[in-house]
């Protein structure tokens, strides 16, 4: 027979019933214990109160709601019997003994403990009433009591020896303070199962037991409390298991229990502790593998350690290998792209000295053409100057020439004055006078013709003046296309320098991917046909090798990579149309 193999409990275990948890952790029996010894007699579980567990789950009628309004009243009206029976009595107590200095100050004392009863109760109820019970606050009320009782009884001691009737008087005092706290304790009780009807209740256990075996059942509530038994009838078929486990043992060594091992002796051994027969001898068992369990997990724990650290040595030199390999090869395309890089930037240093230059020289003839546009201003204003002369020059000739008519007119009328005055003069005379006359005319019509040619001058000047200007006019057209073309050389250089940019960036990268030299190469063509403005967005496979060879040509591919076979630059940029068509982008 082993251990475990022990005759049938008197009672099998309430299921309902939670059994204290073990300290180490220990779970439920392995095997429970069939049968039973004797028919043990089943015991109906109570409450503390006696009166069930089950909670009413329907509202109270309207009955019910009368009758709970006048316990109410008549608990009220105890209080109200109880305060006013105590009130004097204690207060003259309090004046005349307790040494309160008069007798208004022993009524306070006796109004200020009856309202702190009051007031306690009331919270209490209140308390219990939101869910939120305060357990202590019960005590100081029976407390404060007690000292009513107390006092109520000493302030009608006799000043001699007691008698018998004494000892009811004094008794009689209390009656009334003890039944309004039975009556509170009763309304608490009942507002806390109304509000929390789902509440676990402990069973109390019967006053007939107390009164026939007090000792024993006060070992049953000691264990029920403080091993949270809530059962009564749980907490009997326990000790009636333990006692049939004794018998059985007494039977097995004749009497004699402390030839038993150790493990047999755990049930009577841990019993004070809440366990059961049951889970007393299943711990052995449960705590060799618990042993077990940790030392499996400790060994499995040293072997991951032992194993992430012959991983991590492992990857560490495979890191190692990895990291080498990859400076090595990094510093041979290093070097490769150190040579290009230097090329690209030499060229590019270049083509920006040439675009300053280039600027520098369209600066200078952008200063000629406005030292020549500030020249031919000048000479706009003298040749208008000129032609403001001419034109004075025209108006004053107009002038002499209505003079010399005017004086041809004086003339003629002299000529007929002169043959009116009957031919006083001579015919020489009068041939002089007309040669002079036609010499006058001739000379008006010479002056005449003096001011049309300058004025023909000061016309020709304007023109002159006119064309100086629209040569200034071109001179500074073409200094403005230089300048343009020195800022589009600028800038076509900030493209190259940031496309050199773009093409470093793209070179480490690649570096860091770790490619091999002909997908380097391959991303380079591609890039090439990018810079070269080829847009492979939306575009089909073919569309895109027509582009791409449209702006590279082989020759192009072969010079950039220093390559002689044209089989190896046309298939360079077939795998860079491969690349774009699957969306590489630098």
């Not at 001579?426 to 006078?433: G, L, P, V």
């Amino acid at each position: 027979m082993t251990i475990t193999d022990w005759p049938r409990t008197a009672a099998e275990p309430d299921p309902d019933s939670a059994s204290p948890a073990a300290v180490s952790g220990t779970p439920k029996p392995v095997s429970g214990t069939p049968g039973t010894v004797s028919k043990a007699p089943e015991f109906v579980s109570e409450t503390e109160s006696g009166t069930g567990t089950e909670a009413s789950p329907a509202k109270l009628t309207g009955t019910q709601k009368w009758t709970a309004a006048a316990i109410v009243v008549a608990a009220l009206a105890l209080a109200g019997i109880g305060l006013y029976l105590s009130f004097e009595h204690v207060a003259d107590f309090a004046f005349t003994e307790l040494r309160f200095g008069s007798l208004g100050k022993g009524q306070l004392f006796a109004v200020g403990v009856d309202v702190g009863i009051m007031v306690m109760i009331a919270v209490d109820l209140l308390m219990a009433w939101l869910k939120r019970p305060i357990s202590w606050i019960r005590y100081p009320v029976w407390l404060l009591t007690a000292a009513t009782v107390v006092l109520n009884a000493a302030s009608g001691a006799p000043q001699g020896a007691w008698k018998l009737l004494d000892y009811v008087a004094a008794g009689a005092h209390g009656v009334v303070p003890v039944l309004f706290i039975m009556v509170v304790e009763l309304g608490r009780t009942s507002i806390d199962r109304v509000v929390r009807p789902d509440q676990e209740e402990r069973d109390s256990i019967p006053w007939l037991r107390w009164i026939l075996a007090p000792v024993a059942t006060a070992r049953i509530f000691r264990r029920m409390r403080l091993w949270g038994v809530t059962s009564y009838p749980e907490m009997i078929r326990r000790d009636q298991q333990l006692i049939a486990y004794e018998q059985w043992l007494k039977r097995k060594y004749k009497g004699d229990i402390s030839q038993a091992s150790e493990d047999e002796l755990l049930p009577m051994k841990m019993a004070p502790y809440g366990y059961t027969v049951d889970q007393a001898l299943a711990m052995p068992d449960e705590q060799e593998q618990a042993a077990q369990e940790r030392e499996e997990e400790a060994e499995r724990r040293r072997l991951d350690a032992e194993t992430r650290s012959e991983v991590a040595k492992a990857e560490s030199e495979a890191e190692r290998l990895r990291a080498k390999g990859k400076v090595e090869a990094v510093r041979a395309e290093v070097d490769g792209q150190t040579g290009q890089a230097r090329a690209h930037a030499r060229a590019q240093v270049s083509a920006a000295e040439r675009a300053a230059e280039l600027e520098q020289e369209a600066l200078d003839k952008a200063l000629i053409a406005e030292a020549r546009a500030r020249e031919a201003e000048a000479e706009r204003k003298e040749a208008q100057e000129r032609e403001a002369k001419a034109e004075a020059d025209l108006r004053a000739a107009e002038l002499e020439r209505q003079a010399a008519e005017k004086r041809k007119e004086a003339a003629e009328a002299d000529r007929v004055a002169a043959a009116e005055a009957q031919a006083i003069e001579t015919r020489t005379i009068a041939e002089a006078r007309e040669a002079a006359a036609e010499a006058n005319r001739r000379a008006a019509e010479t002056e005449k013709a003096a001011a049309e040619t300058r004025r023909a001058a000061a016309e020709a000047d304007r023109k002159r003046v006119e064309e100086e200007r629209r040569q200034e006019v071109a001179l500074a057209d073409i200094a403005r296309a230089k300048k343009e073309a020195a800022d589009a050389e600028k800038a076509a250089a900030e493209t190259r320098r940031a496309a050199a940019e773009i093409e470093a960036r793209a070179a480490e990268a690649d570096a860091a991917a770790k490619l091999t030299p002909r997908q380097r190469s391959v991303r380079r063509v591609a890039r090439m046909a990018l810079a070269a403005g080829l847009v492979p967005d939306g575009l089909a496979y073919d569309d895109i090798h027509h582009e791409l060879c449209e702006r590279i040509s082989i020759a192009d591919v072969q010079r950039e990579f220093d390559v002689s076979s044209t089989d190896t630059a046309s298939k360079y940029r077939q795998e860079a149309v491969v690349l774009l068509a699957d969306g590489y982008r630098p």
